[in-house]
T-cell receptor, first 109, second 113 residues
């Protein structure tokens, strides 16, 4: 079983729509969770950390469900610029991170 | 500007010809790491370093070497590249204090023929 699994998509949505997707992780001892954004094989960049209580950053909302071992990302009012691959990242131990293969989102005009 | 730099950005080489990909960061980060990214797979860690002269294997270390003689530099060495090492390589760094956020270099696209 992969350490981090994501639906690869693609999720094709019109501008203004809401899109949401999950990732599951296998290590129940994981303590840190992140969503990174990657544009067209460029370097990944941190989108947001995911906290136990859930957190919101503008149009982006992240949730953590420890019992079921998944995290989610919801994007409201999608913009063309949100088109990217979203990487789910979970710490394995200390400072080692496991990366999902990514979920591709395409926002169309 | 805080950044991680990698060179070269693109490299085409032949099997068996030794090469080095350089990585440098200017954020005084203790932790540095190399990843490779292949289609359909997540980033996979090759090697990492917690500080100068401290390196350790990641998930896919075979065929690679690293060194950490200075805090800012973490070169990746392929002693005898093979076609299965054709990939997109990223260097990353982070502080050992705080949130584990990793800052990535722009990537090196390597093709081994």
């Amino acid at each position: 079983r992969k350490e981090v699994e994501q639906d690869p998509g693609p999720f094709n949505v019109p501008e203004g729509a809401t899109v949401a997707f999950n990732c599951t992780y296998s290590n129940s001892a994981s303590q840190s969770f992140f969503w990174y954004r990657q544009d067209c094989r460029k370097e990944p960049k941190l989108l947001m950390s995911v906290y136990s209580s859930g957190n919101e950053d503008g149009r982006f909302t992240a949730q953590l469900n420890r019992a079921s071992q998944y995290i989610s990302l919801l994007i409201r009012d999608s913009k063309l610029s949100d088109s990217a691959t979203y990487l789910c990242v979970v710490n394995k131990d200390d400072y080692k991170l496991s990366f999902g293969a990514g979920t591709t989102v395409t926002v169309r005009a | 500007e805080a950044q991680v730099t990698q060179n070269p950005r693109y490299l085409i080489t032949v099997t068996g010809k030794k090469l080095t990909v350089t990585c440098s960061q200017n954020m005084n980060h203790e932790y540095m790491s190399w990843y490779r990214q292949d289609p359909g797979l997540g980033l996979r860690q090759i090697y990492y370093s917690m500080n100068v002269e401290v390196t350790d294997k990641g998930d896919v270390p075979e065929g690679y070497k690293v060194s950490r003689k200075e805090k800012r530099n973490f070169p990746l060495i392929l002693e005898s590249p093979s076609p299965n090492q054709t990939s997109l390589y990223f260097c990353a760094s982070s502080s050992l204090r705080g949130t584990y956020e990793q800052y990535f270099g722009p990537g090196t696209r390597l093709t081994v023929t």
